[in-house]
T-cell receptor, first 113, second 111 residues
């Protein structure tokens, strides 16, 4: 079974703090993704990566950065957390193929006070 | 660009059949996915359609009409555990590895 893990299920941070969200997958997938999910807005893509050290902006990259130093790990960084970044963050991974589903991690619910 | 529409909420009774619709507009097409997401959990894969027609998988079936930009998910013999959100997703480019997700339909199954 594919396993995608995220470093925390729940996180509480203060405005202005630097926040690291870690995602690890164990199936040697090339592609990794970071989404945020908010009520009424659905899943929105923040950043994605097709390979180590590669990154591409998604629909809402502002206020975020990412790092992919190893194939299995994709980190999302909030340089200076703000209250409007309170959300559920979901990581996903997939193989390089046009017909492959994405596999999601359990999510991190982040609250910024 | 891509645009995906789904009804926001639906309610059905245990044992019944429910159809969840998804309409999409996309510049290219490389398949449509359906995911199930229980409250507080991650989305999980349900089905994938790339050709027109109905794909059946146990109690769940998914239909696609590419010419109409339309898909539906059919859930039969509803159970309480089917209460969840159902998301449809289409690839945002011809490589098919990066998806646009619909807003999701929250299904409540009542006893």
């Amino acid at each position: 079974d594919v396993k995608v893990t995220q470093s925390s299920r729940y996180l509480v941070k203060r405005t202005g703090e630097k926040v690291f969200l870690e995602c690890v997958q164990d199936m040697d997938h090339e592609n990794m993704f970071w989404y945020r999910q908010d009520p009424g807005l659905g899943l929105r893509l923040i950043y994605f990566s097709y390979d180590v050290k590669m990154k591409e902006k998604g629909d809402i990259p502002e206020g975020y950065s990412v790092s992919r130093e190893k194939k299995e790990r994709f980190s999302l960084i909030l340089e200076s957390a703000s209250t409007n970044q309170t959300s559920m963050y979901l990581c996903a991974s997939s193989r390089t193929s046009s017909r492959e589903t994405q596999y999601f991690g359990p999510g991190t619910r982040l609250l910024v006070l | 660009g891509q645009n995906i529409d789904q009804p926001t909420e639906m309610t059905a009774t245990e044992g019944a059949i429910v159809q969840i619709n998804c309409t999409y507009q996309t510049s290219g097409f490389n398949g449509l996915f359906w995911y199930q997401q229980h409250a507080g959990e991650a989305p999980t894969f349900l089905s994938y359609n790339v050709l027109d027609g109905l794909e059946e998988k146990g109690r769940f079936s998914s239909f696609l009409s590419r010419s109409k930009g339309y898909s539906y998910l059919l859930l039969k013999e509803l159970q309480m555990k089917d209460s969840a959100s159902y998301l449809c997703a289409v690839p945002r480019d011809n490589y098919g590895q990066n998806f646009v997700f619909g807003p999701g339909t929250r299904l409540s199954v009542l006893p």
